[in-house]
C-alpha cells in the first residue's frame, strides 16, 4: 500500500489523501485503516471515522470481488477528501462494475449478495456510482459533525489568534463565549433529535398496542407539528382505486378538503413538461408526478386553485410525497404561516424522518388489515367446507346384492365436485356425480344450488333423462350469466326391474365392469347444464345382472399427475377397475384400494383439480347393519383425505 497526503497541516481545512492497494481482500484492512487515521488527525469525529472506515470496508470489498482474474494486476486507488463540512470518499477500480440498484433494501437472511450495498447506504449521507469502460469510480459522502478539537481550532481562526501566540485575556473571553454558543447549540440539536426519537417511540408502542393507523397518525403528526414550530399539517393516501388523493388526517378538522385527482390532465411527455402544461397545478399532485419535494411560500406562492390556498392562505412550508418502493402511498404537507421563518435544516430532516416512518406504518397497517382479512376468509371457507362435507350422503340406501362407496376430495378447501345417492322409490336408488366448471367458492356455490334442485325434482321425476332437462332448465340462466356450466352423470338402479338406466349431460362415461370381466364404458348423448336453455338428453339402460361393477367419477381422477407430468388416463382407470373389482369383495373395499393406488400414482404432488368418485359393487358377504354402517370422514385418518363411504348388502 502507498500513501501521498495533499496537506502537510494536519489542521489545514480541504486536506486529502492518496491510497493505493493491490486488488487484494488482505489489503482492505490496511488501507482503511489509513485511511481512518488520516480523518481523525483533521480532527473528524470518531463516529465520522467510524462509519467512514465501514463504508470504505463494503466499497473496496466488493471492489476486489467485482474485478475479474485478468485485471488484478491493476491497482485500486481510494482518494479521502477532508473538508470543513463534508467528507469525501473515492474508491476507483477497474472492474467491468454494476448496475447500481436505484432502491436499496436490506436484503433477506436467505440472498449472500446486497448487504454491503444497503450498510454504504446507511452510513453515508449520499452515494454516486460512476461507471465507465475503463474504470469504475464510487463517491461516497457524508455530513461531517465537527470535532470539540476541530471546533476549538475553527474558533482560534475565526478570533483571529495566531498559531503559537498566547491568546490575551480579550481572546479567551471571545473563545469562551463561542464555546459556550456552541454547546447550546450542540444541545440545543441534541434536545430536537431526543424529542423526535420520544415521539415516534411512544407512537409506536401505542400503535403495537392494538391503536389505530388514523390515530396513531394524529399523534405523530401531531407531536412533528410541536417540535418542529410548524401550525397545521394535511396527510392526503391513494384511494384504493389510486386515481385520487383522500384525506386521511388533518390538523383542523373543521376543513372540508374534497378528494384530489391525480391522473394526468394532458398528454405531455414527462413529468416536467405535465406540470408547465396544465392551466393550474396543485402543489400535492406537482409533488406526486415529479416525485420530488415541492415547496411553496413567499417565493413560490400557491395557485389559486389550489385546495391549499383556501384552506391555508398565506402559509409557506412544503409537500413531500410518501412512496414505499415505487409505489406511491400518498403525500405530506407541513406549512406555518408565512410571516415566520423557513424550516431550518434540522426541522426539515426530521420531516423527512416522520414522514418515512409513517410510511412503514402505513404499510405494515395495511398488511396487518389483509392478514386479518385473509384469517377471516380462511374462516369462512372451513366452514362452507364442513357444510359442503355435510351435503354428501352420511350412509347409502340398501340395495340387495349391491354396495356403494363414494370418496369427495377438494383442490380447494371447498370445491364444485360432489356425489348423492339416495331412495326415490321403493327398490329405486338414484346415483349421481357432477362437476361444476372451475374450482373455489362459486364452484361449490352452484354444486350446492344442484344438490337442492336433484333432492326436490327427484320427488317429480326420476327418471335420469327429465331430471337433467328440468335442471338445465332452471339453472341455465345463472350459468350462462356467469359463462360456467356443469357436468353430470345420472345413474338409476332399479333392484326389482334389474336394471341400470344411465344418462349424461357432457360427463365422463359409466364404466361397468360386467361379471365375464369385460371393461363397457356408457355415455349417452347429452350437453353440459347451462349450454342450451332447452337441451335434449338421452338415455342408455343396462340390465343390472350383467353389472360386476360400476364407477362414476370425475375427470379430477383421469387427470391426475405424476412427479413426471405424467397423467393417470383413462386407459388406466379402466384397467385399474377391470382387475381391482375380480379381487375386491365389497364396494368398500373398491373405494379404499383405489385410494391407495391414486396416491402412490401421485406421490408427493397436489391434486390440481377435484377428485369424486361412487363405486357401485356386486357383494356376497352378508349385510352389514344399520349402527354399524362405515361414516363419513372414515378413510381420512389413514389417507389424510376427505371421504365418504358406506357399504352394506343384501
Request: glycine content about 6%; some cysteine.
Given at each position: 500500500?502507498?500513501e501521498?497526503?495533499?496537506?502537510?497541516?494536519?489542521?489545514?481545512?480541504?486536506?486529502?489523501?492518496?491510497?493505493?492497494?493491490?486488488?487484494?481482500?488482505?489489503?482492505?484492512?490496511?488501507?482503511?485503516?489509513?485511511?481512518?487515521?488520516?480523518?481523525?488527525?483533521?480532527?473528524?469525529?470518531?463516529?465520522?471515522?467510524?462509519?467512514?472506515?465501514?463504508?470504505?470496508?463494503?466499497?473496496?470489498?466488493?471492489?476486489?470481488?467485482?474485478?475479474?482474474?485478468?485485471?488484478?494486476?491493476?491497482?485500486?486507488?481510494?482518494?479521502?477528501?477532508?473538508?470543513?463540512?463534508?467528507?469525501?470518499?473515492?474508491?476507483?477500480?477497474?472492474?467491468?462494475?454494476?448496475?447500481?440498484?436505484?432502491?436499496?433494501?436490506?436484503?433477506?437472511?436467505?440472498?449472500?449478495h446486497?448487504?454491503?450495498?444497503?450498510?454504504?447506504?446507511s452510513?453515508?449521507?449520499?452515494?454516486?456510482?460512476?461507471r465507465?469502460?475503463?474504470?469504475?469510480?464510487?463517491?461516497?459522502?457524508?455530513?461531517?459533525?465537527?470535532?470539540?478539537?476541530?471546533?476549538?481550532?475553527?474558533?482560534?481562526?475565526?478570533?483571529?489568534?495566531?498559531?503559537?501566540?498566547?491568546?490575551?485575556?480579550?481572546?479567551?473571553?471571545?473563545?469562551?463565549?463561542l464555546?459556550e454558543?456552541?454547546?447550546?447549540?450542540?444541545?440545543?440539536?441534541?434536545?430536537?433529535?431526543?424529542?423526535?426519537?420520544?415521539?415516534?417511540?411512544?407512537?409506536?408502542?401505542?400503535?403495537?398496542?392494538?391503536?389505530?393507523?388514523?390515530?396513531?397518525?394524529?399523534?405523530?403528526?401531531?407531536?412533528?407539528?410541536?417540535?418542529?414550530?410548524?401550525?397545521?399539517?394535511?396527510?392526503?393516501?391513494?384511494?384504493?382505486?389510486?386515481?385520487?388523493?383522500?384525506?386521511?388526517?388533518?390538523?383542523?378538522?373543521?376543513?372540508?378538503?374534497?378528494?384530489?385527482?391525480?391522473?394526468?390532465?394532458?398528454?405531455?411527455?414527462?413529468a416536467?413538461?405535465?406540470?408547465?402544461?396544465?392551466?393550474?397545478?396543485?402543489?400535492?399532485?406537482?409533488?406526486?408526478?415529479?416525485?420530488?419535494?415541492?415547496?411553496?411560500?413567499?417565493?413560490?406562492?400557491?395557485?389559486?386553485?389550489d385546495?391549499?390556498?383556501?384552506?391555508?392562505?398565506?402559509?409557506?412550508?412544503?409537500?413531500?410525497?410518501?412512496?414505499?418502493?415505487?409505489?406511491?402511498?400518498?403525500?405530506?404537507?407541513?406549512?406555518?404561516?408565512?410571516?415566520?421563518?423557513?424550516?431550518?435544516?434540522?426541522?426539515?430532516?426530521?420531516?423527512?424522518?416522520?414522514?418515512?416512518?409513517?410510511?412503514?406504518?402505513?404499510?405494515?397497517?395495511?398488511?396487518?388489515?389483509?392478514?386479518?382479512?385473509?384469517?377471516?376468509?380462511?374462516?369462512?371457507?372451513?366452514?362452507?367446507?364442513?357444510?359442503?362435507?355435510?351435503?354428501?350422503?352420511?350412509?347409502?340406501?340398501?340395495?340387495?346384492?349391491?354396495?356403494?362407496?363414494?370418496?369427495?376430495?377438494?383442490?380447494?378447501?371447498?370445491?364444485?365436485?360432489?356425489?348423492?345417492?339416495?331412495?326415490?322409490?321403493?327398490?329405486?336408488?338414484?346415483?349421481?356425480?357432477?362437476?361444476?366448471?372451475?374450482?373455489?367458492?362459486?364452484?361449490?356455490?352452484?354444486?350446492?344450488?344442484?344438490?337442492?334442485?336433484?333432492?326436490?325434482?327427484?320427488?317429480?321425476?326420476?327418471q335420469?333423462?327429465?331430471?337433467?332437462?328440468?335442471?338445465?332448465?332452471?339453472?341455465?340462466?345463472?350459468?350462462?350469466?356467469?359463462?360456467?356450466?356443469?357436468?353430470?352423470?345420472?345413474?338409476?338402479?332399479?333392484?326389482?326391474?334389474?336394471?341400470?338406466?344411465?344418462?349424461?349431460?357432457?360427463?365422463?362415461?359409466?364404466?361397468?365392469?360386467?361379471?365375464?370381466?369385460?371393461?363397457?364404458?356408457?355415455?349417452?348423448?347429452?350437453?353440459?347444464?347451462?349450454?342450451?336453455?332447452?337441451?335434449?338428453?338421452?338415455?342408455a339402460?343396462?340390465?343390472?345382472?350383467?353389472?360386476?361393477?360400476?364407477?362414476?367419477?370425475?375427470?379430477?381422477?383421469?387427470?391426475?399427475?405424476?412427479?413426471?407430468?405424467?397423467?393417470?388416463?383413462?386407459?388406466r382407470?379402466?384397467?385399474?377397475?377391470?382387475?381391482?373389482?375380480?379381487?375386491?369383495?365389497?364396494?368398500?373395499?373398491?373405494?379404499?384400494?383405489?385410494?391407495?393406488?391414486?396416491?402412490?400414482?401421485?406421490?408427493?404432488?397436489?391434486?390440481?383439480?377435484?377428485?369424486?368418485?361412487?363405486?357401485?359393487?356386486?357383494?356376497?358377504?352378508?349385510?352389514?347393519?344399520?349402527?354399524?354402517?362405515?361414516?363419513?370422514?372414515?378413510g381420512?385418518?389413514?389417507?389424510?383425505?376427505?371421504?365418504?363411504?358406506?357399504s352394506?348388502?343384501?
Amino acid at each position: 500500500m502507498t500513501e501521498r497526503s495533499d496537506a502537510a497541516d494536519p489542521q489545514a481545512a480541504g486536506a486529502s489523501c492518496w491510497l493505493e492497494m493491490a486488488c487484494q481482500l488482505d489489503q482492505i484492512r490496511p488501507t482503511t485503516a489509513a485511511a481512518r487515521s488520516f480523518l481523525l488527525e483533521r480532527q473528524v469525529s470518531h463516529s465520522d471515522a467510524d462509519a467512514c472506515e465501514l463504508a470504505l470496508v463494503e466499497a473496496c470489498n466488493n471492489a476486489v470481488q467485482y474485478t475479474p482474474p485478468e485485471k488484478q494486476g491493476q491497482p485500486i486507488h481510494v482518494q479521502v477528501l477532508c473538508r470543513p463540512e463534508r467528507l469525501e470518499l473515492h474508491v476507483i477500480d477497474h472492474s467491468p462494475g454494476f448496475d447500481w440498484p436505484a432502491e436499496i433494501e436490506l436484503p433477506s437472511p436467505e440472498e449472500e449478495h446486497g448487504r454491503g450495498l444497503f450498510i454504504i447506504h446507511s452510513l453515508m449521507d449520499d452515494v454516486a456510482y460512476l461507471r465507465s469502460s475503463t474504470e469504475n469510480r464510487l463517491v461516497l459522502g457524508k455530513r461531517r459533525v465537527p470535532s470539540p478539537a476541530a471546533s476549538a481550532s475553527r474558533i482560534e481562526t475565526t478570533l483571529g489568534i495566531e498559531k503559537g501566540r498566547q491568546p490575551s485575556l480579550s481572546d479567551l473571553q471571545q473563545r469562551l463565549a463561542l464555546t459556550e454558543q456552541a454547546t447550546a447549540t450542540m444541545a440545543k440539536e441534541l434536545c430536537f433529535r431526543s424529542e423526535a426519537l420520544h415521539a415516534i417511540f411512544r407512537c409506536s408502542s401505542e400503535l403495537g398496542r392494538g391503536g389505530d393507523v388514523g390515530d396513531f397518525a394524529d399523534r405523530l403528526l401531531g407531536d412533528l407539528l410541536r417540535i418542529a414550530e410548524a401550525d397545521w399539517f394535511l396527510l392526503r393516501l391513494v384511494s384504493n382505486d389510486r386515481a385520487r388523493l383522500e384525506v386521511h388526517n388533518i390538523s383542523h378538522p373543521d376543513l372540508n378538503l374534497e378528494p384530489l385527482s391525480i391522473l394526468p390532465t394532458s398528454d405531455a411527455g414527462d413529468a416536467d413538461d405535465a406540470v408547465a402544461s396544465d392551466e393550474w397545478w396543485s402543489v400535492e399532485k406537482k409533488a406526486v408526478v415529479t416525485r420530488r419535494e415541492a415547496a411553496f411560500g413567499v417565493e413560490a406562492p400557491l395557485a389559486e386553485e389550489d385546495p391549499l390556498a383556501d384552506a391555508f392562505p398565506q402559509s409557506r412550508g412544503f409537500v413531500r410525497p410518501i412512496f414505499h418502493g415505487e409505489t406511491l402511498l400518498g403525500t405530506l404537507t407541513v406549512g406555518r404561516k408565512s410571516n415566520g421563518p423557513s424550516f431550518s435544516n434540522e426541522q426539515i430532516e426530521v420531516i423527512h424522518t416522520f414522514s418515512e416512518f409513517l410510511a412503514i406504518q402505513i404499510v405494515n397497517a395495511d398488511l396487518r388489515q389483509k392478514q386479518m382479512d385473509l384469517q377471516v376468509t380462511a374462516h369462512e371457507l372451513e366452514i362452507a367446507r364442513n357444510i359442503q362435507e355435510s351435503l354428501l350422503p352420511k350412509f347409502f340406501p340398501a340395495m340387495p346384492g349391491y354396495g356403494l362407496a363414494g370418496f369427495c376430495l377438494s383442490a380447494r378447501h371447498v370445491g364444485g365436485d360432489f356425489y348423492d345417492a339416495f331412495e326415490v322409490a321403493r327398490g329405486k336408488v338414484l346415483l349421481v356425480v357432477a362437476d361444476v366448471m372451475g374450482k373455489g367458492i362459486p364452484a361449490a356455490l352452484f354444486a350446492a344450488t344442484l344438490h337442492t334442485l336433484l333432492r326436490t325434482m327427484a320427488e317429480w321425476t326420476y327418471q335420469p333423462a327429465e331430471l337433467l332437462a328440468r335442471m338445465n332448465r332452471q339453472m341455465f340462466e345463472e350459468l350462462s350469466a356467469v359463462d360456467m356450466f356443469i357436468t353430470v352423470q345420472i345413474v338409476l338402479v332399479d333392484t326389482e326391474e334389474r336394471l341400470l338406466t344411465v344418462a349424461n349431460a357432457g360427463h365422463c362415461p359409466l364404466l361397468v365392469v360386467t361379471k365375464s370381466g369385460e371393461n363397457r364404458a356408457c355415455a349417452p348423448e347429452g350437453l353440459p347444464l347451462g349450454i342450451l336453455p332447452r337441451a335434449i338428453f338421452g338415455e342408455a339402460r343396462i340390465p343390472l345382472d350383467e353389472c360386476s361393477a360400476a364407477l362414476l367419477y370425475t375427470d379430477g381422477l383421469t387427470e391426475a399427475r405424476n412427479l413426471h407430468g405424467e397423467f393417470f388416463g383413462q386407459h388406466r382407470l379402466e384397467k385399474w377397475l377391470q382387475e381391482s373389482a375380480a379381487q375386491a369383495s365389497s364396494a368398500y373395499e373398491l373405494s379404499w384400494k383405489f385410494m391407495a393406488d391414486l396416491k402412490s400414482f401421485e406421490t408427493q404432488v397436489t391434486a390440481a383439480d377435484d377428485q369424486t368418485f361412487l363405486i357401485l359393487s356386486e357383494e356376497a358377504q352378508p349385510a352389514v347393519e344399520e349402527g354399524n354402517q362405515p361414516p363419513q370422514g372414515l378413510g381420512a385418518l389413514s389417507l389424510g383425505l376427505s371421504m365418504s363411504s358406506n357399504s352394506r348388502a343384501g
